[in-house]
C-alpha cells in the first residue's frame, strides 16, 4: 500500500506558528485521527474520551461488532510526558475487552520554530500485548496548517489493524478556533474526518468538549467505514497548580539558617503574672497590656468563626504562640494553615513574631513562624514567602502555670474536654473493581463507607468503621455467568474496624501510634505505626509492625513487618514511596509508588513484585468533599475523604493475563498518621515552600474574600 502521499505537504510547508497541544485520538494518543502527532496532553490535564471504532481482534470477524465501545483515559503526568489508558471492546461489553497503556514523551524544545518531534510505545508494559507499537512522529504548524510524519513498528499479537507499522502521516486545517478538518494515512487505512470543539470558555471550570468524526477508506466490520467518539479536558488542578514549583514566577531569597529555640514541655512560673492567662479582675490601665490582651481576644474570636478550634494563646516578649486544631479545612489542611497564618498577620502588631502550633487531637503536628509584617505582605501579594520557622512534628511550644496542678491535673483536664461528645463521621465510596478481563469489560462491587473516629483524650481515638454495600455487577454474585468469578473479593456489609489508637509525640520529628482491636473485619490485634520527618520533610521514613490473628482460627496469622522511606521533590512536586519487608498476607516483596502532586490531585505510577509476581500500573486520587466542610451540626462533624484512590494495574513478565489478588498490601486503616494526623504526608516545610501560592491563594479565598 501507497503510505506516503501526504510527504510532500509536509515536506514544503512553511513554519510560522506555535504548535498548539493535541486531542486524543482513537489509538488512546493525542493527535489525528488514527495517527499519534508529535503533541501531548497538557502538564496537570486528564483526557476522558470514547469512541465507536472496531479495532484489532475485535475487527476479525466482517459480519459480526459493527460498533466499538472504546474508552481512554490520559493525562499529561508531567510536562513533555503523556500517560493513557485504553480498552477497547464491542459493542456487548460482557463478552471480554483489551486494556492497554500508552505513553509519550515529547522533546523539550522545538527542533526548529514550528517543529516539534516526539516519541511513543501503544500498549506497552503487561504480558498480553495486541497493539504493542513503538514509533517516533514529528509536526510542524505553520499558520493554520499541522502536517505529521512518523515511522512506527508494530509488535502485536491482534495482527488484523497494523495501524502505525511503517510510514504514516496526516495534515489538520484548524478552520475556526472550534472545526479542523483532518485527513491522514495510519498505515492500514486512509481516513478523512472533522473535529468540533466547544469555544474556550463556554464550559465552567475549564472544560472542553469535543466530537469526533471519521470516514475511514477501509471497509470495516459489517460494511461499515465510518466511525465518531467524544473526548472531555478536564484541568486537574488550579491554573497556578499546573506549573511547576522551579516555574514558578517566584521572587528567590538567599538561604540562611534559622535558629529554632523549642521550649520545654512543662511548668513555668514567669505564667503567673502573664495577662494573657489571667488578666487583672479590674480595668487594665496599662495601654500596652490592654492591647496585648485585646490582641490575643480577636485571635480567639476570629480563629474560631473560621472554624479554627481550641485555640490558646500566649504571648514572651514580642513573640506570641498560638495552638489550634483545625474542624473544617479537611481537603487539604494547608488552607486551614493559611488563613491561621492571614489572620495571625494581620491582627498582631507589626514588629512582632508569631509561632503557631497546629495540634490534631492535643498532639502537635506541624509549626510554622515568622515575622508578622513579612507574612502580612506575602499573604496580601506583597512580597515572597518569608524565611520562617517551620517544624514537622515539633515538640510544644506551650507552657503551663503552676497554678494549673501540673501535667497530671492538666492531662485530666485534656481526657475531660474531649470526652464531650465530638466525633468526626467520614462518608466515602469503597470499590473493588476489574478492568478489561476476559470475563468482561468492568465488573465491580460498590459500597458506601462510614469512618467514625471518636476523640477520647491527648492523642487517643476510637474508630469504628462499617460498609453498606450499593451495588455489585453479576460477577461479584452467585448469579454471575461465570459463576460468580470475584465473589470472594465483593464488600459485603457490616462493621469492619473497632479500633483503639493511642498517638504519642516524640519530638525531633518522631511520632507513633499504637492501635488494638478488631481490622479489617477478620483480624484481632495490635499494630504498630512509626514515622520520622527530620529535617525539611523532603525524607520520610515509616515503619508498620501488625499482630493479627483470624478470629475465626487463630492459627492463621497475618503479621506484617515493612519499612518505608519516601522523598519529595520539592522542585518538581512530587514523591517516590518505597516500601519493602512482609506484607499483610506475610508474603514478601516491595513495592514502588511514584506521585505526582497537581493541586489536590495525585497521578500515581506503580510497581510491585512479590513473591511469585511482578505487576506495574496507574492511579488517581482526588479528594471527595469541598475545601472547607461545614462546622459541627449536633456535636458532630460530617465530611467526605481528602483522599480517594483508584488504581489499574496489570500482571507483568508472563504470557497470560490471569487475575491476581491480594500481593504487596499495606495493613493500615484509614485512621492512621498518615490521613488522620499528617494530611497525606502534606505537612511538611518542604511541601509548603513547593505549594507556596496555595497558601496566597487560600487566604484571599477563606480570609480576606469571607471578612
Do not use: C
Not at 496526516?170 to 466547544?198: F, K, P
Not at 460498609?467 to 470472594?488: L, M, N, P
Not at 511538611?684 to 471578612?707: C, D, H, M
Amino acid at each position: 500500500m501507497k503510505r506516503t502521499s501526504l510527504v510532500p505537504a509536509i515536506v514544503f510547508a512553511l513554519p510560522i506558528g506555535v504548535f498548539a497541544q493535541g486531542n486524543m485520538n482513537m489509538q488512546g494518543m493525542s493527535g489525528l485521527l488514527n495517527v499519534p502527532d508529535a503533541s501531548v496532553i497538557e502538564y496537570g490535564s486528564a483526557s476522558i474520551s470514547w469512541d465507536a471504532q472496531v479495532d484489532g481482534r475485535f475487527s476479525r470477524n466482517n459480519k459480526l461488532n459493527d460498533q466499538g465501545n472504546d474508552v481512554k483515559f490520559g493525562a499529561g503526568f508531567f510536562p513533555h510526558v503523556e500517560f493513557a489508558g485504553r480498552n477497547v471492546t464491542t459493542r456487548t461489553t460482557t463478552g471480554g475487552s483489551d486494556l492497554s497503556f500508552n505513553i509519550k514523551l515529547q522533546l523539550p524544545w522545538e527542533i526548529i520554530p514550528g517543529l516539534s518531534f516526539a516519541i511513543g510505545e501503544q500498549d506497552f508494559g503487561g504480558s498480553v500485548n495486541e497493539y504493542d507499537t513503538k514509533y517516533a512522529v514529528t509536526t510542524w504548524q505553520y499558520g493554520k496548517l499541522r502536517s505529521t510524519l512518523g515511522f512506527g513498528q508494530y509488535d502485536g499479537i491482534a495482527g488484523q489493524t497494523l495501524r502505525l507499522d511503517g510510514i504514516f502521516g496526516g495534515i489538520e486545517y484548524a478552520a475556526t478556533d472550534w472545526l479542523s478538518v483532518l485527513a491522514e494515512d495510519d498505515g492500514h487505512s486512509r481516513n478523512m474526518g472533522v473535529r468540533v470543539t466547544t469555544p474556550q470558555g463556554l464550559l465552567p471550570y475549564g472544560w472542553s468538549a469535543s466530537m469526533l468524526w471519521v470516514l475511514s477508506g477501509e471497509e470495516g466490520v459489517d460494511g461499515r467505514n465510518d466511525w465518531y467518539g467524544f473526548e472531555f479536558k478536564i484541568p486537574l488542578g488550579r491554573e497556578y497548580e499546573r506549573i511547576l514549583p522551579k516555574e514558578q514566577p517566584r521572587v528567590a531569597l538567599a538561604e540562611s539558617m534559622v535558629e529554632v529555640i523549642e521550649e520545654p514541655y512543662g511548668i513555668d512560673s514567669v505564667l503567673e503574672s502573664n495577662p494573657l492567662v489571667v488578666p487583672p479582675s479590674g480595668n487594665i490601665s496599662d495601654p500596652n497590656i490592654r492591647a496585648r490582651v485585646e490582641s490575643a481576644a480577636q485571635l480567639t474570636r476570629e480563629f474560631n468563626e473560621a472554624n479554627l478550634e481550641k485555640v490558646r494563646v500566649q504571648r514572651y516578649g514580642r513573640e506570641w504562640i498560638i495552638a489550634f486544631e483545625n474542624l473544617s479545612y479537611n481537603n487539604n489542611v494547608l488552607d486551614g494553615l493559611a488563613v491561621a497564618i492571614g489572620m495571625a498577620a494581620s491582627i498582631l502588631p507589626e514588629g512582632d513574631r508569631f509561632y503557631l502550633q497546629l495540634e490534631k487531637y492535643g498532639i502537635p503536628i506541624f509549626a510554622v513562624g515568622g515575622e508578622v509584617a513579612a507574612w502580612d505582605a506575602f499573604m496580601n501579594g506583597r512580597g515572597s514567602l518569608p524565611e520562617s520557622v517551620m517544624i514537622a512534628a515539633p515538640t510544644s511550644k506551650l507552657r503551663r502555670r503552676s497554678g494549673d496542678g501540673g501535667i497530671v491535673k492538666s492531662t485530666l483536664n485534656d481526657v475531660r474536654e474531649y470526652l464531650d461528645f465530638r466525633p468526626t463521621v467520614m462518608m466515602r465510596p469503597v470499590l473493588v473493581s476489574t478492568l478489561g478481563t476476559e470475563f468482561g469489560v468492568f465488573d465491580y462491587s460498590l459500597a458506601a463507607r462510614a469512618d467514625v473516629v471518636l476523640p477520647l483524650w491527648q492523642g487517643a481515638a476510637f474508630n469504628v468503621t462499617k460498609d453498606w454495600s450499593v451495588d455489585e455487577s453479576k460477577d461479584f454474585t452467585k448469579e454471575g455467568d461465570f459463576g460468580g468469578v470475584y465473589r470472594s473479593q465483593r464488600v459485603p456489609d457490616g462493621v469492619k474496624n473497632r479500633v483503639l489508637s493511642q498517638t504519642l509525640r516524640l519530638g525531633s520529628g518522631f511520632t507513633t501510634m499504637v492501635s488494638y482491636g478488631r481490622f479489617f473485619d477478620i483480624n484481632d490485634g495490635v499494630s504498630l505505626e512509626g514515622r520520622w520527618e527530620p529535617g525539611d520533610g523532603r525524607n520520610r521514613f515509616r515503619v508498620i509492625l501488625t499482630d493479627f490473628e483470624d478470629k475465626h482460627d487463630p492459627r492463621i496469622t497475618r503479621n506484617a513487618r515493612l519499612g518505608s522511606w519516601r522523598y519529595f521533590f520539592q522542585s518538581t512536586n512530587s514523591e517516590v514511596n518505597i516500601t519493602a519487608g512482609e506484607f499483610y498476607s506475610e508474603d514478601s516483596g516491595y513495592k514502588v509508588d511514584f506521585t505526582q502532586h497537581i493541586g489536590d490531585t495525585r497521578l500515581h505510577l506503580v510497581y510491585k513484585k512479590s513473591e511469585n509476581d511482578a505487576f506495574a500500573g496507574v492511579g488517581i486520587t482526588i479528594p471527595l468533599t469541598p475545601r472547607k466542610d461545614v462546622g459541627r451540626f449536633a456535636g458532630i462533624q460530617l465530611t467526605g475523604t481528602p483522599s480517594w484512590r483508584y488504581d489499574v494495574t496489570t500482571i507483568l513478565g508472563e504470557q497470560g493475563n490471569r487475575l491476581v489478588f491480594g500481593p504487596n498490601v499495606i495493613p493500615t486503616e484509614f485512621f492512621n498518621l498518615r490521613n488522620g494526623y499528617f494530611n497525606g504526608d502534606r505537612l511538611s516545610p518542604a511541601y509548603i515552600r513547593a505549594n507556596q501560592e496555595r497558601l496566597r491563594e487560600a487566604w484571599q479565598t477563606f480570609g480576606v474574600a469571607a471578612k
